[in-house]
């Protein structure tokens, strides 16, 4: 079955520079959605088709896609983004969704 | 302001099966521009699409789940609804209903606005 891949753990010292990234074949011609997830809480949409930003959250998360990876940048990481983050996409059918592994940021 | 509601019994059975309906409120279930989806995340876990389903009824099954799962939708209810059969206490896990968003075929969709979740516990 297809997978995407993500780093289990990223850590980054507040204002830094965090970046996550999700690999899978399919990726090049698929668009890649990133969730944060914080404890108890349902997931929420950060990125959707690669690079936008819906209304209401932040600059500083921005996305990207190159080939068969994309990746979540978070540009001057604050303590309130530490959270699970997964990407989300489709097979190569483009029938059946898929979520990364997921990747627990820790800012400190 | 669209909000998304899932509903159904926290305890089922194992081998019964187990049935939650997602209500949709502030939208309209009958929009040509979304789809509709179920995901779910076993305790400590990551996240899993179970599957997705169009307003015309067209749906879209994870693979290692399709012989057990059937998602439909009542527009008229402006609810959409999962049935995963056959449940083992493998399928213990809070259960998101969510919309999603895109254009074009459903390859190009994703989930942008989530329930708030429902814990479901398989135990007999």
């Known amino acids: 079955s297809y997978e995407l891949t993500q780093p289990p753990s990223v850590s980054v010292s507040p204002g830094q520079t965090a970046r996550i990234t999700c690999s899978g074949d399919?990726?090049?011609?698929?668009?890649a959605y990133w969730y944060q997830q914080k404890s108890g809480q349902a997931p929420v949409l950060l990125i959707y088709?690669?690079?936008k930003r819906p209304s209401g959250i932040p600059e500083r998360f921005s996305g990207s896609s190159s080939g068969t990876m994309a990746t979540l940048t978070i540009s001057g990481a604050q303590v309130d983004d530490e959270a699970d983050y997964y990407c989300y996409s489709t097979d190569s059918s483009g029938n059946h969704g898929v979520f990364g592994t997921g990747t627990k940021v820790t800012v400190l | 302001q669209l909000q998304l509601q899932e509903s159904g019994p926290g305890l089922v059975k194992p081998s019964e099966t187990l049935s939650l309906t997602c209500t949709v409120s502030g939208d309209s279930i009958s929009s040509s521009s979304y789809y509709w989806g179920w995901i779910r995340q076993p305790p400590g876990k990551g996240l899993e699409w179970i599957g997705s389903?169009?307003?015309?009824?067209?749906?879209y099954y994870n693979p290692s789940l399709k012989s057990r799962v059937t998602i439909s939708v009542d527009t008229s209810r402006k609810q959409f609804s999962l049935e995963l059969s056959s449940v083992t206490a493998a399928d213990t896990a809070v259960y998101y209903c969510a919309r999603m968003i895109g254009s074009g075929p459903f390859a190009y969709y994703g989930m942008d606005v989530w329930g708030q979740g429902t814990t479901v516990t398989v135990s007999s």
């Open positions: 088709e690669d690079t």
């Open positions: 399919a990726l090049p011609k698929k668009y």
């Open positions: 389903i169009y307003y015309s009824g067209s749906t």
